[in-house]
């Protein structure tokens, strides 16, 4: 039970904390067709992350939080520069700069010596979520002790804040996001600007991004913003029925794909053992092929 | 909450100020003219079709003064205030094919986004809101498909929906892109039963369409344009063989437009 | 500044007789990935691109367990490749088939297929690292690319698939334009329209396993998109853009590769999506036909001659 505390439990809530909060945003990239920008979102933030850690020396949160959004930031005027004032076509703008700010940021991490010290390549790409240890916790009775929840990994904290953040503001603001989503003309004609309700999603994003992405890396970030929502989209045709769906299928990714990976292996007394986030996103896809081929609402087969 | 139209609003007032007044207005698109200088007074109630080829600037008529589309110049104002601070007078039906049909919205969810304004930021609908959602369906005959998803209704129907939707604001003032293009019998003999309703009660509608046979069974007033404004008043005076064919035939802008 | 001196001396062809051959292979490529992108980006097909090269993951990991359990080398090259192709090919179906038989959008279905395939790679993986065979950490190149420690062998035949795929898009250049500027106009004048969308998707393919083991899975992607986009601004006419698109990523190819033979440690793959990148940035402001520079010029010619 003790090891269970200490190394399964956090890593385990740190995957599936990470898979709902990009699972809850992921239903309006999915709705306004802007999937592809999760896994944009999650390339160029690597750089902004890795110069703020060589600035600061330290991997906290704040730090990390304002490094991102910097380089997202930048890479969006760079991606508008582009688009607008040199008139490259929308996706090649898109698709130039996130290729180059990973780059960039892959040879940051190689030139700077930060590799292999606090973050690596491979774990920004692949996840990392089995280094979430919880080396304090003795017993049952440690999830009542304040002084041992104290060293819980941070990134726990970190995503139950974001989880909160997004949450909150898709609850308040669920009838604006609904409209602008659906049908953004008329949103507009009562009021609702759809591009502010559209910036609060690609913000929203962000922030699901950033703080995913160090602890669960960008490949679980992607596969957590679109597959659930998509799961969610073959099974109900009720917008909060889906974002609850969504969330439920982001829960069981998160559970099983643990126990898959890590679990399941010791228990049949095998050595190996799967990345765990690998497998988290793989669970996730497995349910949406699931849903896509036996969900009653596959909707009406388009013809090319 | 099903308050009568505010018809009390204007026609109570001693000088009647148009509900929708246009002046000077110019829409272009990447440097191509779609509306040239187009000013015009609407009447102070009925129904009123825009008619005119394609590409004579219809949708962008509606579009400009919803402020969809950018004004080159000109402005609308309704009841005498900009637009945009009258939308609570104002409901629009966009044209057919401009959303997403596989949208996870039942018919209920669509009309109750007529009610959105009126409930204000941050706050959820309430179950009176889902019940007057219901009574409008029932106004346009669509009160046991409230549960269907928008997709999954007929042309028609879905037609209906928005019509709905825009009842739910409780305007004043209605614009229509092309309510009639391609709708059945039943849907057709709704909207127009709406329509006259909604003028009995004091409401301005403007539609633009596309079926010039029917301007005279349906509407009372008619504007009759081209890139600018050809001809416009009361059906029995403005649609006029004479003007129609000024509006169809050899293309009057063809001077203005360079 | 030693790296600088290496470097030019690398440039210029001063290097060993294998380094000038992987330069020039590593150039082929580039020019290779140069042409198909131009049809690709006009198609719309680099986010298909995207997922395809991510989805290659899986089938290199398939292909070294095959060729290890075969009694082979696990980095034989010919495995890694068929591996990667075959699942690249399993992508862009499974990619079709979503957005054609289920209500979820072409964005979505290119997301969801790209993550989970990745995701399935990255697991094999791991389990390729657990198994106790010599040759795993090879498998890393194929992420971010790497062209130190590349045979000769290899680098030929790198420039010979190059070549092929170059011949190809020559032989159909004329129907691939056509169906690029105006499909419903090749359509109704009986062009096989979908046939030469497939034979675009194949090649994107061909391209994206062959520059693998260069470039890397995980940023192929951005020379199938950036030397056209580059390309664009030096020309209206798509065979010369063809042209400079080719040169274009061969350049960046070529630097990408001399300068990761001075430090073997940097993936070759970043250092050449970077200089693609600064090539399209000096492009948009320089290019001959609608870079910044030229057009600000050309406006005040024009009003002063108004």
Same mark, same amino acid.
């Given at each position: 039970m003790t090891?269970?505390l200490q190394?399964?439990l956090p890593?385990?809530?740190?995957?599936?904390?990470?898979?709902?909060?990009?699972?809850?945003? #992921?239903?309006?990239?999915?709705?306004?067709?802007?999937?592809?920008?999760?896994?944009?979102? #999650?390339?160029?933030?690597?750089?902004?992350?890795?110069?703020?850690?060589?600035?600061?020396?330290?991997?906290?949160?704040?730090?990390?939080?304002?490094?991102?959004?910097?380089?997202?930031?930048?890479?969006?005027?760079?991606?508008?520069?582009?688009?607008?004032?040199?008139?490259?076509?929308?996706?090649?703008?898109?698709?130039?700069?996130?290729?180059?700010?990973?780059?960039?940021?892959?040879?940051?991490?190689?030139?700077?010596?930060?590799?292999?010290?606090?973050?690596?390549?491979?774990?920004?790409?692949?996840?990392?979520?089995?280094?979430?240890?919880w080396p304090a916790a003795a017993g049952l009775r440690s999830l009542f002790d304040t002084a041992a929840l104290a060293s819980l990994?941070?990134?726990l904290?970190?995503?139950?804040?974001?989880?909160?953040?997004?949450?909150?503001?898709?609850?308040?603001?669920?009838?604006?996001?609904?409209?602008?989503?659906?049908?953004?003309?008329?949103?507009?004609?009562?009021?609702?600007?759809?591009?502010?309700?559209?910036?609060?999603?690609?913000?929203?994003?962000?922030?699901?991004?950033?703080?995913?992405?160090?602890?669960?890396?960008?490949?679980?970030?992607?596969?957590?913003?679109?597959?659930?929502?998509?799961?969610?989209?073959?099974?109900?045709?009720?917008?909060?029925?889906?974002?609850?769906?969504?969330?439920?299928?982001?829960?069981?990714?998160?559970?099983?794909?643990?126990?898959?990976?890590?679990?399941?292996?010791?228990?049949? #007394?095998?050595?190996?053992?799967? #990345?765990?986030?690998?497998?988290?996103?793989?669970?996730?896809?497995?349910?949406?092929?699931?849903?896509?081929?036996?969900?009653?609402?596959?909707?009406?087969?388009?013809?090319? | 909450?099903?308050?009568?139209?505010?018809?009390?609003?204007?026609?109570?007032?001693?000088?009647?100020?148009?509900?929708?007044?246009?002046?000077?207005?110019?829409?272009?698109?990447?440097?191509?003219?779609?509306?040239?200088?187009?000013?015009?007074?609407?009447?102070?109630?009925?129904?009123?079709?825009?008619?005119?080829?394609?590409?004579?600037?219809?949708?962008?008529?509606?579009?400009?003064?919803?402020?969809?589309?950018?004004?080159?110049?000109?402005?609308?104002?309704?009841?005498?205030?900009?637009?945009?601070?009258?939308?609570?007078?104002?409901?629009?039906?966009?044209?057919?094919?401009?959303?997403?049909?596989?949208?996870?919205?039942?018919?209920?969810?669509?009309?109750?986004?007529?009610?959105?304004?009126?409930?204000?930021?941050?706050?959820?609908?309430?179950?009176?809101?889902?019940?007057?959602?219901?009574?409008?369906?029932?106004?346009?005959?669509?009160?046991?498909?409230?549960?269907?998803?928008?997709?999954?209704?007929?042309?028609?129907?879905?037609?209906?929906?928005?019509?709905?939707?825009?009842?739910?604001?409780?305007?004043?003032?209605?614009?229509?892109?092309?309510?009639?293009?391609?709708?059945?019998?039943?849907?057709?003999?709704?909207?127009?039963?709406?329509?006259?309703?909604?003028?009995?009660?004091?409401?301005?509608?403007?539609?633009?369409?596309?079926?010039?046979?029917?301007?005279?069974?349906?509407?009372?007033?008619?504007?009759?344009?081209?890139?600018?404004?050809?001809?416009?008043?009361?059906?029995?005076?403005?649609?006029?063989?004479?003007?129609?064919?000024?509006?169809?035939?050899?293309?009057?802008?063809?001077?203005?437009?360079? | 500044?030693?790296?600088?001196?290496?470097?030019?001396?690398?440039?210029?062809?001063?290097?060993?007789?294998?380094?000038?051959?992987? =330069?020039?292979? $590593?150039?082929?490529?580039? $020019?290779?990935?140069?042409?198909?992108?131009?049809?690709?980006?006009?198609?719309?097909?680099?986010?298909?691109?995207?997922?395809?090269?991510?989805?290659?993951?899986?089938?290199?990991?398939?292909?070294?367990?095959?060729?290890?359990?075969?009694?082979?080398?696990?980095?034989?090259?010919?495995?890694? =490749?068929?591996? $990667?192709?075959?699942?690249?090919?399993?992508?862009?179906?499974?990619?079709?088939?979503?957005?054609?038989?289920?209500?979820?959008?072409?964005?979505?279905?290119?997301?969801?297929?790209?993550?989970?395939?990745?995701?399935?790679?990255?697991? =094999?993986?791991?389990?390729?690292?657990?198994?106790?065979?010599?040759?795993?950490?090879?498998?890393?190149?194929?992420?971010?690319?790497?062209?130190?420690?590349?045979?000769?062998?290899?680098?030929?035949?790198?420039?010979?698939?190059?070549?092929?795929?170059?011949?190809?898009?020559?032989?159909?250049?004329?129907?691939?334009?056509?169906?690029?500027?105006?499909?419903?106009?090749?359509?109704?004048?009986?062009?096989?329209?979908?046939?030469?969308?497939?034979?675009?998707?194949?090649?994107?393919?061909?391209?994206?396993?062959?520059?693998?083991?260069?470039?890397?899975?995980?940023?192929?992607?951005?020379?199938?998109?950036?030397?056209?986009?580059?390309?664009?601004?030096?020309?209206?006419?798509?065979?010369? =853009?063809?042209?400079?698109?080719?040169?274009?990523?061969?350049?960046? $190819?070529?630097?990408?590769?001399?300068?990761?033979?001075?430090?073997?440690?940097?993936?070759?793959?970043?250092?050449?999506?970077?200089?693609?990148?600064?090539?399209?940035?000096?492009?948009?402001?320089?290019?001959?036909?609608?870079?910044?520079?030229?057009?600000?010029?050309?406006?005040?010619?024009?009003?002063?001659?108004?």
């Amino acid at each position: 039970m003790t090891s269970f505390l200490q190394i399964d439990l956090p890593a385990m809530l740190t995957g599936t904390l990470a898979a709902l909060v990009c699972a809850l945003i #992921g239903n309006f990239l999915v709705l306004t067709r802007q999937s592809m920008l999760g896994d944009a979102m #999650g390339h160029v933030v690597l750089p902004g992350i890795v110069i703020a850690f060589v600035l600061a020396g330290t991997t906290a949160t704040w730090v990390m939080l304002a490094g991102a959004f910097a380089a997202a930031l930048f890479s969006a005027m760079l991606v508008e520069f582009l688009r607008r004032i040199a008139g490259v076509e929308p996706s090649a703008a898109l698709g130039s700069v996130f290729t180059a700010m990973f780059a960039l940021g892959v040879l940051l991490l190689e030139q700077s010596g930060v590799a292999r010290t606090s973050f690596d390549v491979h774990h920004i790409l692949f996840g990392n979520i089995e280094t979430a240890i919880w080396p304090a916790a003795a017993g049952l009775r440690s999830l009542f002790d304040t002084a041992a929840l104290a060293s819980l990994p941070p990134q726990l904290g970190r995503l139950a804040f974001g989880l909160a953040v997004v949450a909150l503001v898709i609850v308040l603001l669920f009838k604006e996001l609904r409209v602008v989503s659906f049908d953004p003309d008329f949103a507009r004609t009562i009021g609702i600007s759809p591009r502010m309700i559209g910036a609060l999603i690609v913000a929203l994003a962000a922030l699901a991004a950033v703080i995913s992405l160090s602890s669960v890396g960008v490949i679980l970030l992607v596969a957590m913003m679109v597959c659930p929502p998509a799961t969610a989209r073959m099974l109900t045709d009720d917008l909060k029925t889906q974002v609850l769906l969504s969330l439920l299928f982001a829960l069981a990714s998160g559970v099983f794909g643990y126990a898959i990976a890590v679990l399941l292996p010791l228990a049949f #007394g095998y050595e190996i053992s799967f #990345g765990a986030a690998g497998t988290i996103a793989v669970v996730a896809g497995l349910f949406q092929l699931a849903a896509m081929l036996f969900g009653p609402k596959r909707g009406i087969p388009r013809t090319v | 909450m099903l308050a009568p139209l505010p018809s009390d609003r204007v026609s109570s007032g001693v000088m009647p100020i148009p509900p929708l007044a246009i002046r000077d207005l110019t829409v272009q698109y990447g440097g191509r003219t779609a509306l040239q200088r187009f000013t015009w007074n609407a009447p102070e109630r009925g129904l009123v079709a825009i008619v005119g080829p394609n590409g004579a600037g219809k949708s962008s008529l509606l579009k400009a003064v919803l402020g969809l589309v950018p004004k080159a110049s000109g402005t609308a104002e309704i009841f005498g205030q900009p637009v945009s601070e009258q939308r609570d007078l104002l409901a629009y039906v966009p044209q057919r094919a401009s959303v997403d049909w596989d949208f996870p919205a039942t018919a209920a969810d669509v009309v109750a986004m007529g009610l959105y304004r009126n409930i204000g930021w941050l706050k959820p609908l309430r179950t009176s809101d889902r019940a007057s959602a219901r009574k409008y369906l029932d106004m346009v005959g669509l009160s046991e498909f409230a549960d269907r998803q928008i997709g999954a209704l007929s042309g028609g129907q879905q037609q209906r929906v928005f019509l709905a939707r825009a009842l739910a604001q409780q305007a004043k003032l209605f614009l229509l892109d092309e309510p009639f293009a391609g709708v059945d019998a039943v849907t057709e003999g709704v909207m127009t039963k709406v329509f006259r309703d909604l003028r009995d009660s004091g409401a301005l509608v403007i539609a633009v369409h596309h079926d010039l046979s029917s301007v005279k069974d349906i509407f009372d007033h008619v504007v009759l344009l081209n890139r600018e404004l050809i001809a416009s008043g009361p059906v029995a005076a403005a649609f006029t063989p004479d003007n129609i064919a000024r509006t169809y035939g050899v293309p009057l802008s063809l001077n203005s437009g360079q | 500044m030693n790296d600088l001196h290496s470097l030019v001396s690398i440039l210029l062809l001063q290097a060993g007789y294998n380094t000038i051959v992987v =330069m020039l292979g $590593a150039a082929a490529l580039g $020019a290779a990935t140069g042409i198909v992108g131009v049809f690709a980006m006009l198609r719309r097909r680099a986010l298909v691109a995207d997922a395809v090269a991510h989805a290659t993951l899986p089938g290199v990991a398939l292909g070294f367990i095959v060729a290890v359990s075969l009694g082979f080398s696990g980095r034989s090259l010919p495995f890694l =490749m068929t591996g $990667a192709a075959l699942t690249a090919i399993l992508a862009a179906l499974a990619i079709q088939w979503i957005t054609n038989r289920t209500r979820l959008t072409e964005d979505t279905a290119i997301a969801s297929v790209l993550a989970t395939f990745f995701a399935l790679g990255i697991v =094999m993986l791991t389990v390729i690292q657990t198994l106790k065979t010599g040759g795993q950490a090879g498998l890393d190149i194929y992420l971010l690319g790497a062209t130190a420690g590349m045979l000769r062998e290899e680098a030929i035949t790198l420039a010979v698939f190059s070549l092929v795929v170059a011949i190809a898009v020559a032989a159909i250049f004329k129907e691939l334009t056509l169906i690029s500027f105006d499909a419903d106009y090749a359509r109704a004048h009986g062009f096989p329209v979908r046939l030469l969308d497939l034979a675009i998707l194949a090649l994107v393919l061909a391209v994206v396993v062959i520059g693998l083991r260069v470039v890397g899975l995980v940023l192929i992607v951005a020379l199938l998109i950036t030397p056209p986009a580059a390309a664009r601004f030096w020309t209206n006419h798509t065979g010369r =853009m063809t042209l400079i698109s080719a040169m274009i990523g061969a350049a960046s $190819a070529y630097f990408g590769a001399a300068i990761s033979a001075v430090s073997p440690d940097t993936p070759t793959g970043a250092v050449i999506v970077l200089v693609a990148f600064a090539l399209l940035l000096f492009s948009v402001f320089f290019g001959s036909a609608r870079g910044i520079v030229v057009r600000a010029l050309g406006a005040r010619q024009w009003r002063g001659a108004s």
